[in-house]
């Protein structure tokens, strides 16, 4: 049988992972229209609401969403801003504009994705005054690095590279002036699920090794070895979505694993459940007024089979493993 040709950009399983960009940034532009949490960035990269999504999908990326974002703000402050934050398979995701807004801006935000994604993000943000604003307002000077696949300013930057390919990825972080000696957050959201589990591991080596005070935190799959688990790969097989990671993905004890056998210091993870009940409950409790759900064993499925997981390394001593819930 002849060697499995090296990926290249457009095969059909990378192409598949690209589509899974557009779900996500659907069902969040579905739920912010139903208030379940604010995103006035998010209709530039999709206009319209588009079909209505099952509560307990809305729910689930309530949760998602302040969850990543709780751990996020956390670092971002323990640092005061003094950090960077790097965004793997980004995706069209507004995180930057919204701490631009709040005033928790890293020293840099970069963000990394395939290059066909990265270069319609950038299309978007070019043409798109309150996308492009922000950026202008941070940068000192009067031009903007800007080429298809990659966009620079002082503090914002996306990049097209293959995250399965380091060198390449280090080189053009390095490139934009990714400083190894900053306090560093680390985010994937459903991203190292779609590597081979030596892939996803080189990342993740990769990160522990670049910088000495870290976060590394991570939103994926969880216990897909049980029955909801294995009709949810399927239904993503599907649509030629293969979850080549997924043995990393069986339980709490495997996702902590992968960060603690490759370098980093302490690891941590819930899943979404018990995050979804640790989340400020006046909040939840507006949330859950905001549409009748009435299937709440279907919503607590789906909870357990997603997991936050989040590691750290903390050379300067910033209080990094007290991060939590």
């Known amino acids: 049988m002849a060697a499995r040709q090296p990926f290249t950009d457009s095969d059909t399983a990378d192409e598949a992972v690209r589509a899974t960009c557009d779900d996500a940034t659907i069902c969040k532009r579905f739920a912010t229209s139903k208030s379940y949490w604010k995103d006035p960035y998010i209709q530039y990269f999709v206009r319209s609401v588009g079909e209505r999504k099952a509560p307990e999908i809305n729910r689930g990326y309530y949760a998602r969403v302040r969850g990543v974002n709780h751990l996020l703000d956390a670092f971002i402050r323990k640092a005061e801003c003094d950090c960077q934050v790097i965004n793997l398979g980004a995706g069209l995701d507004t ?21 066909t994604v990265v270069a319609r993000k950038i299309h978007y943000i070019k043409t798109k005054p309150p996308l492009s604003k922000p950026l202008i307002e941070t940068h000192s000077t009067d031009s903007l690095l800007l080429d298809a696949h990659s966009l620079d300013s002082d503090r914002y930057c996306i990049i097209g590279a293959d995250l399965r390919d380091i060198s390449n990825l280090d080189e053009k972080l390095k490139k934009f002036q990714l400083n190894p000696e900053l306090p560093t957050l680390l985010l994937s959201e459903c991203v190292l699920v779609y590597m081979t589990p030596s892939q996803s591991s080189n990342v993740v080596h990769w990160a522990a090794e670049t910088f000495h005070t870290a976060m590394f935190i991570n939103y994926e799959q969880l216990n897909m070895s049980d029955r909801f688990g294995q009709v949810m790969i399927e239904n993503l097989q599907r649509r030629q979505c293969i979850l080549a990671g997924v043995e990393a993905c069986q339980s709490l004890e495997s996702q902590k694993e992968r960060f603690l056998k490759t ?11 018990t ?34 997981c989040w590691a750290t390394k903390d050379k300067l001593n910033l209080g990094l493993s007290q991060l939590a819930f």
């Open 95 to 115: 995180t930057f504009w919204r701490l631009k807004d709040e005033n928790l801006m890293p020293r840099k935000f970069f963000e990394v994705d395939f290059p």
């Open 263 to 273: 370098g980093w210091e302490h690891a941590d993870a819930l899943d979404m459940m």
């Open 275 to 308: 995050v979804y009940s640790m989340l400020p409950q006046e909040d939840v409790g507006r949330i859950e007024r905001l549409e009748f759900l009435d299937e709440k064993e279907l919503l607590q499925q789906l909870l357990q089979h997603y997991t936050i």
